[in-house]
């Protein structure tokens, strides 16, 4: 607590850092820099369908519509009344993953995403800002030199740049995030000499039972069950089949090896095989962090995003608490698959906020 309260005292002192979040999306990254201490003067997203829910959520910033590939910095530099070499300024660039992800996507369909990190780049060369963070899926790490990183990296550790570069593969939930998931972060800092990395919770990782059940305010519901209230617990509606399978699968792990031999039950490409992927139509377990939250996380057919308990998929709530979204964080959309689509995407808040403070402390340090 005494730690905590020096922390405070420095951050009252501090000149106000400030940030522009590209690819920004619902928010997720721009709620936890400024849950952090960090002003954010603007989101940038050429989604549409973000902007009721980004302008709902992040107080006091801009959310601009925006094509980056459409985007000229001297347009941007005016709008938000930004100054080059600003030491005090952050650049964050958070771009669409589809087509570095590992998981099975249309990858003609994502392919222009593949150069948004380049896109982004202009940015940081024309307004040399104080810090530039860079997250994303780790198939960017891996694939450094076709999605424009090695490039990247060698532009800012150049003498003439002299960022020092923090890059590297992370597990959110050794940051205050209720799920396994890992994301390539990369922060990089003029300000100092220091390699700055996300400050991480010290302790027991949180876990399912931490932030969901009756016990942290989420009712028993049905299956289909719809919420028309701001909290929105609704939750998909199952077929009979998948309803049977849910009822045999046992409580707090369980997996579709349940009824993998059953021919009624077991879907075709699935009957006698116990191996290959099992977490389809699994249930999370109560005392684990849950799996990566995707874009499909209502949906039990798409990972193991069953209730530990209750013979449904996760609701639409559930899945925002373990992207660590408060419950009081809106979301302003139309459907469930696109609600859904702005949870999965986002930067989970709380380790965006554990990269701000990093910031935070390095400039108050110099």
Known sequence: MLVDNIFMEEER???????????????????????????VLAGIDYETKCKETYEANIKGSKFLPRDVFDLNAEDLEQE?????????????GCSPCQYWSIINTDKEKSKKSKNLLIEFRRFVEYFNPG?????????????KKESGLDDFIEYLES??????????????????VPQHRKRFTLIANRISNAELEPISKKGKKKTVRDVLGEHNGFP??????????????????LKEINLERLEVTPKDGGTRL???????LAPPC????????????????????????????????????????????????????????????KFKTTSIADTARIIGNAVPPEYAKCIGKAIIKNHING
Not at 16 to 39: E, N, P, R, T
Not at 131 to 143: I, L, M, Q, S, T
Not at 319 to 326: C, D, N
Request: hydrophobic share 35%.
């Open 80 to 92: 938000l009344n930004l100054e080059r070499n600003d030491d005090d300024l952050i650049l964050i």
């Open 159 to 176: 003498k003439e740049q002299n960022y020092k570069v923090h890059i590297n593969v992370h597990e959110v939930s050794e940051y205050g």
């Open 220 to 237: 028993k519901i049905e299956q289909g069950h719809k919420d028309s209230s701001n909290f929105m617990h609704t939750v998909a509606g």
């Open 13 to 39: 002192q501090l000149p106000k850092l400030k940030a522009v979040d590209f690819f920004c999306g619902g928010g997720g990254m721009s709620y936890g820099m400024q849950k952090a201490g960090i002003k």
């Open 131 to 143: 810090y530039v963070v860079v997250e994303n899926v780790p198939g960017v790490y891996r694939k």
């Open 258 to 264: 349940a009824y993998v031999n059953d021919k009624r």
């Open 270 to 329: 699935h009957f006698g095989k116990t191996n290959g992927f099992k977490d389809i139509y699994g249930r999370m377990w109560w005392d684990r962090p849950s799996p990566t939250i995707t874009t499909k996380f209502f949906s039990i057919s798409n990972g193991r995003f069953a209730h530990p308990e209750e013979n449904r998929a996760i609701s639409l709530r559930e899945g925002a608490v373990l992207q660590s979204f408060p419950k009081t964080y």
